[in-house]
């Protein structure tokens, strides 16, 4: 059937739609472009959500509402280490962790490599491309929060996207170097990797719990095994929706 004008110019300007939606960086177009098949998939599957009795609570919940404030699952996040002050194996405790919370949560981490920039210091750059999550050791001398028993402190920076909602786009981790001893991680590797879990598991979105048989229990009891209800409320951060 011959094309009118008419139809033409419409053509033309779905075209032109479609390519600007496709190539357009801006975030508000994110939503769109998954819609119609452009955007990006996840990089994991989605975990299954277990209800097991367990506890768990968010560290940030979205405003108005009890949803939990995440990390878009279809962006990798990004992480740096900063090996200053680090024992030895320090690097392999940061790396094992990551490894566990992404199996619980499906989310997708991309090491960029060591850097100097110190976590919490100086914020996150949040126009343009936010920083990324930084790993380090520190003491209470710069990090006050790591006073007394403290041993590891993080969490997540959130950002309110253009569609409303709020999401986690940069973060940070300090372990102590009091308690990350190279004595430490030789006799009792699973308790400070489970430490580092817990800070991460804060990264990415769980609170404190008032359960000791939960990994996010705030006092550090011997737990090294991520419980019931963290790894149900890991699964339900890494089942939240793309931006």
Same mark, same amino acid.
């Given at each position: 059937?011959?094309?009118?004008?008419?139809?033409?110019?419409?053509?033309? @300007?779905?075209?032109?739609? @479609?390519?600007?939606?496709?190539?357009?960086?801006?975030? !508000?177009?994110? @939503?769109v472009r998954r819609a119609i098949g452009l955007g990006p998939d996840r990089p994991l599957p989605a975990p299954t959500v277990v209800r097991a009795g367990g506890t768990y609570t968010w560290a940030m919940t979205q405003p108005g509402s009890t949803? /939990?404030?995440?990390?878009?699952?279809?962006?990798?996040?990004?992480?740096?280490?900063?090996?200053?002050?680090?024992?030895?194996?320090?690097?392999?405790?940061?790396?094992?962790?990551?490894?566990?919370?992404?199996?619980?949560?499906?989310?997708?981490? !991309?090491?960029?490599?060591?850097t100097e920039d110190r976590p919490f210091a100086d914020g996150v750059r949040l126009f343009g491309r936010p920083d990324p999550v930084v790993f380090g050791w520190g003491d209470a001398d710069e990090y006050p929060e790591l006073g007394g028993t403290?041993?590891?402190?993080?969490?997540?920076?959130?950002?309110?996207? /253009?569609?409303?909602?709020?999401?986690?786009?940069?973060?940070?981790?300090?372990?102590?170097?009091?308690?990350?001893?190279?004595?430490?991680?030789? !006799?009792?590797?699973?308790?400070?990797?489970?430490?580092?879990?817990?800070?991460?598991?804060?990264?990415?979105?769980?609170?404190?719990?008032?359960?000791?048989?939960?990994?996010?229990?705030?006092?550090? @009891?011997?737990?090294?095994?991520?419980? /019931?209800?963290?790894?149900?409320?890991?699964?339900?951060?890494?089942?939240?929706?793309?931006?």
């Open positions: 059937m011959p094309r009118t004008p008419a139809i033409a110019a419409a053509l033309v @300007t779905a075209a032109l739609v @479609t390519a600007a939606v496709a190539w357009h960086p801006a975030d !508000q177009f994110a @939503t949803d /939990p404030v995440g990390w878009d699952p279809c962006e990798e996040i990004r992480f740096r280490v900063n090996p200053a002050g680090a024992p030895p194996g320090g690097r392999r405790l940061v790396d094992e962790a990551l490894r566990r919370v992404s199996a619980a949560t499906g989310l997708a981490f !991309q090491d960029e490599g060591e403290v041993a590891g402190v993080g969490g997540g920076v959130a950002e309110r996207s /253009p569609g409303g909602r709020v999401r986690y786009v940069s973060g940070s981790v300090v372990l102590d170097v009091e308690a990350f001893t190279a004595a430490n991680v030789a !006799q009792q590797p699973r308790v400070m990797e489970a430490i580092v879990l817990h800070e991460v598991a804060h990264v990415v979105g769980l609170g404190h719990v008032s359960e000791p048989m939960e990994l996010m229990y705030s006092d550090n @009891t011997g737990q090294v095994e991520l419980g /019931p209800g963290d790894r149900e409320g890991l699964a339900r951060l890494g089942s939240l929706p793309c931006r």
